[in-house]
């Protein structure tokens, strides 16, 4: 009994050490995506997904081309969804959803094959998200912009949530190796 005992805790030990040693800081990654603005952002993560608290992003991307009116290389934005009406802040883009705009450094060329690598880092840390969005944030407008960008946007102090049913198969991966021994 308690060697079973010990096994199960040992198997959500493992898991717990997993979970939480896989992850640093939550990427999303994207190759030849198009965005349109007029608000029509596209929601990356929802607040099952993550955990943490937000300190700043980090982007690494290439622009690929957009339109007239033209768009840049940095107008690709990420908008961070308060639990209160409205936003909370954008980051990147030239115009924000909110009063908090943190532009990215560099990028504001519309030439294809412009890219955009650096890292803002937030005045207040956020803990309660409702949604993280991608997309352009243009409030002039809406629909005349458009943009490619292939890349990723890094959200740091946000660890990815795994699936139950993954941790739910690593505990029997544990108790099945104990089991063998």
Same mark, same amino acid.
Not at 92 to 97: D, F, N, S, V
């Given at each position: 009994m308690a060697a079973n005992l010990c096994s199960t805790l040992?198997? /959500? $030990?493992?898991?717990?050490?997993?979970?939480?040693?896989a992850s640093a800081d939550?990427?999303?990654?994207?190759?030849?995506?198009?965005?349109?603005n007029g608000y029509g952002l596209d929601q990356i993560f929802t607040p099952a997904q993550f955990s943490g608290t937000l300190t700043g992003a980090s982007i690494d991307v290439t622009f690929l081309g957009g339109n007239t009116p033209p768009t840049q290389a940095n107008d690709l934005a990420i908008w961070i969804a308060k639990p209160i009406a409205g936003g909370w802040a954008t980051i990147?883009?030239?115009? /924000? $959803?909110d009063s908090q705009l943190y532009p990215w450094p560099g990028g504001q060329d519309t030439a294809p094959g412009t890219r955009v690598v650096g890292s803002?880092?937030?005045?207040?840390?956020?803990?309660?998200?409702?949604?993280i969005y991608l997309g352009i944030t243009w409030p002039w407008n809406p629909g005349a912009l458009s943009g490619t960008w292939s890349g990723s946007v890094t959200l740091i102090g946000l660890q990815a949530v795994p699936a139950?049913?993954?941790i739910a198969l690593l505990g029997f991966a544990g108790l099945a190796k104990r089991r063998r021994r």
């Open positions: 040992t198997a /959500g $030990l493992c898991v717990a050490a997993i979970s939480s040693g939550l990427t999303y990654s994207f190759t030849n995506r198009t965005f349109v990147g883009g030239r115009y /924000g $959803l803002v880092t937030l005045d207040a840390p956020v803990s309660s998200i409702n949604g139950p049913g993954a």
